[in-house]
């Protein structure tokens, strides 16, 4: 193993079709018009020196060490920033720009800290390796002038120092900053010799508004900004390719590592998902899988309130067989279930499923998917004919009009956000359908045409009127809905949408969105060119979540935005692997690659390949689970990679159902809130410690790569094929390849997956014969089910309504530094910039409550209550409270109910009816928790030896 | 399972079959419950039908897959 060395081009590739033919030092080189010499010089194998210049970042020309001559043209132009152009001769190394070099080095090297072999970036420091190709052997200058050695070092990042002494003001942390991520939190204060990199008002840069994406840290070519652990570790190696294992982007990351311990995760530029980008999360917030709340022994123990028994294991893996074997025989082979976990691999997600359907008998599997985007399934099915986003991320690129719709990617999907926001900055046209007033609807150089601001559950009434304007206003793409759908459906849904109830102006009372403002979006999304939708967990969990998806498939179909670059229907996955769960049969009702239990030919694929009869009804799903073990009809459940408790609704209901059961399979990293009510952990591995692959929200499989061993000594596909085994129905793959091999073989869509492809590129299902390069789009010449499909979309309130007892609405959602319910990124330093959960309250409900910022607050709904802090802030209307679901203390889903989605049982998280009220505390309910917990976390203390 | 609710979850599918123009209402109600619900959540809901409340359509689905 070897460390993965990328090419630094020195400025971007350029995509123009014409192409130049130059010489660079006498090699003839043709490269597409607009590259710049420094670009084509490089293509040619000839480095040019350079400081400024990175190829993730537009030209600058500043660092005046890439100068070349060019025959013909006067002076010494900077290679960056001088184009190509036709029988061009360029030299890289006369002795005129060697010489000019080897001045502007000796002027940067005598303000720069002679201290090469103490330093962080030894062995891997772009100013040492330009110093030495430029030749430089003395600094005429010296170092006892004016110069910034005594520049303090901010090291109030967690993650990175910023140690001013070594900067060179080379500007690319600051272009990073802006052209990358887009949050344009660094400037270059004062000016000539005072310059210096400054974060926000020139302060810390914890405090600043920089988001730790660690783009700066990537771009700096010396040790300035640097990350933490190679000051403490040094520098890496080695590095293997690997995919992130927190949300649904699916960046590429090089794990860099020094033996069996990472060193740093940075992104990989090659990554197709994220091209060199990365998050706090990614990049950061690793530290999880070598936390010492891991948990790496098995444990059992008889009763959830006796303390925890390490074993082996043989013993828990036996245990689990024979009470598993025990609940079947006593009540039934349908008496026990799984879920599977959108964290695992696919292959992972696979074996689950197939333990379920193969060894247990029946088909009660299911996902953390049916919490957040099972009615993804359900919409995007019935209308397209499948159940995925139809465009690559790249796609963003082309699009001119971009609608987002619950969902707040700054914060869910950060490394995608950026590249929208480069997007908008060139000129896209943004509509932001939230409730909250998220970062995207103004942020810096971006600010959304439109923000709808809905009342949360209103969804349906919102988008069928904007349909309602765009048929009224005869702004239907007639030749696409005539070419590519069945006439008969959209007659019906136009006639629906263009009756006078479903006008914008009708609905203002019940939406809350003014008219104006919806025909102007509804105008905009039709015309405005190519138009794209990404939505989020705002649509799907709500009773009508499955309504909302296929009034949005409907707008789509009805103005021709489907089948080609820069349009389409995007469901912005939460999880990693949420679309693999989906894709791998984790439902109880489909096998995988959505096909439906009943169909006797798919079944029968699954019974020849896995040499048992397998069930043609429909299994339990997560909700119907607890409430059939409330029933005593469901006794038993494995749960791999999922926090049940701390993440679905209506917390009451959900322990209420756990402790019925009478055994509980957790299977984590950590004794989560769910194993509260376990009788069996098993120790689980990260996404470091084991092979396989993560579908991300585009479709995309990338590769995950074992970067060390499994620190409890099995991967999570060895458990579940242990647990298969002692249950007496054989499972023997040595490898995850063979995992996929299976799933390759079984499911058409998969049909053209393989390791070995994979481990050239990453490719987008469907990817078989008739898609043998994968599909970056779908739905271009037909959609999946033949024709597009329109559906009625009546607005249905909801039932949980405001009244005198509850008259605000919440609404929950998602931090940047922290993933889902915390469990990882609770366990590093993102902490400290969320460390516990919020109430976000509008001045005037806070004021009618006599609630001041920061007061403790009482938040009570019919389901529960609990206490957290207020945060007042404008960015929520009067009427909507708004927090997230990150931290146990809070327990925020005490407070949600158990409505759901009417076609997939989807919980209604986005709206619940709470009082506010001044509170002194915590609840007498978290104090019970905190000490329910406790106990239920007790371990036995081993044998002395 | 509890009867009022598999009641309410039915009573919401069929909020969204009654308006499908183009779909026989009632066999679409007794089709999604066939292939999303489990048996054992069929079985309560079809064993309490004389007891709950459901909207006609709902009602005419679940007498339906009551049959043979």
Redesign the interface.
């Known amino acids: 193993m070897t460390m993965i060395e990328e090419i630094d081009y020195g400025t971007q590739a350029q995509s123009a079709t014409r192409l130049v033919t130059l010489e660079v030092d006498g090699n003839p080189i043709t490269v597409p018009e607009g590259t710049s010499i420094m670009r084509a010089s490089m293509e040619a194998g000839i480095k040019i020196p350079k400081l400024c210049a990175t190829d993730t970042l537009n030209s600058f020309g500043s660092c005046r060490m890439c100068l070349v001559e060019i025959e013909g043209r006067a002076g010494t132009p900077a290679s960056c920033t001088t184009p190509v152009a036709p029988g061009m001769k360029v030299h890289t190394a006369s002795d005129n720009v060697r010489r000019l070099r080897r001045g502007v080095m000796e002027l940067y090297i005598s303000d720069h800290p002679l201290d090469c072999l103490t330093c962080s970036a030894n062995g891997n420091c772009e100013l040492q390796d330009t110093a030495g190709e430029v030749g430089l052997r003395d600094v005429r200058y010296g170092q006892s002038g004016a110069n910034h050695l005594d520049a303090p070092t901010d090291g109030s990042n967690p993650y990175f120092d910023f140690d001013a002494s070594k900067c060179i003001v080379c500007s690319r942390c600051v272009r990073a900053c802006e052209e990358v991520q887009g949050t344009f939190a660094l400037t270059v204060e004062g000016r000539g010799f005072a310059s210096k990199i400054a974060a926000g008002m020139n302060e810390p840069f914890l405090t600043s508004e920089c988001v730790s994406c660690g783009a700066c840290v990537q771009a700096c070519p010396t040790a300035t900004l640097m990350e933490k652990s190679v000051i403490e570790l040094g520098q890496p190696e080695h590095s293997i390719v690997t995919t992130c294992a927190y949300c649904g982007v699916g960046c590429s990351f090089k794990a860099e590592m020094r033996g069996d311990r990472v060193v740093r995760m940075v992104p990989w530029k090659d990554g197709k998902a994220n091209h060199g980008h990365s998050c706090v999360k990614g990049r950061f917030a690793w530290g999880y899988a070598s936390h010492p709340d891991r948990i790496l022994k098995p444990m059992v123990r008889a009763k959830t309130t006796d303390p925890w028994k390490e074993v082996s294991w043989d013993e828990a893996i036996g245990h689990v067989a024979s009470e598993f074997k025990r609940i079947q025989a006593k009540a039934g082979k349908?008496a026990i279930g799984v879920i599977t976990s959108s964290r695992c691999t696919n292959e992972e997600t696979y074996l689950v499923q197939k333990l379920a359907r193969a060894a247990f008998g029946n088909n009660?599997t299911d996902t953390c998917a049916r919490v957040c985007h099972s009615p993804t399934g359900y919409g995007l099915g019935k209308t397209f004919g499948t159940s995925a986003g139809t465009q690559n991320f790249d796609s963003v690129e082309q699009a001119d009009v971009i609608v987002v719709i619950g969902a707040n990617p700054t914060d869910g999907h950060p490394v995608f956000a950026s590249r929208m926001k480069k997007r908008l900055r060139e000129g896209a046209k943004l509509i932001v359908i939230d409730p909250r007033r998220i970062d995207l609807v103004r942020t810096p150089h971006v600010e959304a045409a439109f923000h709808l601001p809905l009342r949360p559950g209103t969804n349906v009434a919102v988008m069928t009127s904007l349909a309602h304007v765009i048929v009224t206003e005869n702004l239907i793409d007639a030749d696409f809905v005539r070419e590519r759908c069945e006439l008969?459906?959209f007659s019906?849904w136009a006639a629906?949408v263009a009756e006078p109830r479903h006008s914008p102006e009708a609905l203002e009372s019940t939406t809350g969105v003014p008219a104006d403002l919806l025909r102007g979006a509804a105008r905009l999304y039709a015309t405005g060119g190519n138009g794209a939708i990404y939505y989020g967990l705002g649509v799907t969990e709500h009773?009508q979540g499955?309504?909302t998806v296929m009034a949005i498939a409907n707008l789509a179909m009805a103005t021709g935005n489907i089948g080609r670059e820069g349009v389409g229907v995007n469901p912005l996955r939460g999880q990693n692997n949420v679309q693999g769960s989906c894709d791998m049969g984790s439902f109880?009702?489909e096998l995988p690659g959505y096909r439906?239990v009943?169909g006797d030919a798919v079944r029968s694929i699954y019974e020849r390949e896995w040499g048992v009869p397998l069930s043609a009804?429909?299994?339990?799903?997560i909700p119907?689970m607890f409430?059939?073990a409330i029933?005593g009809?469901f006794l038993g459940l494995y749960v791999q990679g999922e926090d049940i408790l701390q993440s679905d609704p209506d917390t009451h209901h959900v322990s209420k159902g756990l402790a019925a059961m009478e055994c509980v399979v957790v299977h984590d990293l950590f004794l989560n809130e769910t194993a509260n009510y376990a009788h069996v952990f098993l120790p689980g591995s990260t996404f470091l410690e084991k092979d396989g692959t993560f579908t991300n929200a585009e479709r995309r499989i990338n590769m995950v790569r074992r970067v060390m061993a499994p620190k409890a000594g099995k991967a999570d596909w060895e458990t579940t094929m242990a647990i298969s085994n002692a249950m007496g129905y054989p499972m023997n793959y040595t490898h995850p390849r063979e995992i996929m091999a299976e799933i390759a073989r079984t499911t058409p869509s998969f049909a053209g997956v393989t390791y070995e492809r994979l481990g050239r590129e990453s490719v987008q299902w469907p990817c078989n014969d008739a898609n043998p390069d994968g599909s970056p789009i779908m739905h271009v010449e037909k959609f999946q089910r033949g024709l597009g499909h329109f559906?009625?979309t009546?607005y249905?309130p909801t039932d949980e309504k405001v009244g005198p007892r509850f008259p605000l609405l919440l609404t929950t959602g998602r931090a940047l530094s922290q993933y889902n319910v915390g469990a990882q990124t609770r366990r590093t330093a993102n902490v400290v910039w969320h460390p516990e959960d919020m109430l976000e309250i509008h001045p005037q409900d806070a004021e009618d409550r006599g609630i001041r910022d920061g007061d403790w607050v009482r938040l009570a709904s019919r389901a529960g209550d609990t206490s957290l802090r207020a945060v007042v802030t404008e960015r929520v209307a009067p009427g909507v409270v708004y927090t997230t679901f990150h931290h146990p203390v809070t327990q925020a889903n005490v407070i949600t109910t158990?409505y759901?989605d009417?076609?997939?049982?989807c919980p209604e998280y986005k709206v619940t009816a709470v009082q506010v009220a001044p509170s002194n505390g915590i609840s007498q309910w978290q104090e019970d928790y905190r000490d329910l917990s406790e106990n239920a976390r007790r371990i036995e203390a081993a044998p002395a030896k | 399972m509890s009867p009022d609710k598999l009641a309410y979850m039915a009573n919401q599918i069929g909020r969204f079959f009654v308006s499908q123009k183009s779909e026989d209402g009632v066999a679409s109600i007794a089709e999604h419950l066939t292939k999303f619900w489990d048996p054992r959540m069929r079985r309560d809901f079809l064993a309490h039908l004389d007891e709950i409340a459901l909207d006609p359509i709902v009602r005419q689905a679940a007498e339906r897959l009551r049959k043979p």
């Not at chain 1, 009804?617 to 799903?621: A, K, Q, V």
């Not at chain 1, 009417?902 to 049982?905: E, S, Y």
């Open positions: 349908d009660n008969d459906a019906d629906f009773s499955s309504t109880p009702h439906h009943s009804e429909p299994g339990l799903r119907n409430d059939a029933d009809s559906v009625i009546e249905v158990d759901s009417w076609a997939t049982n």
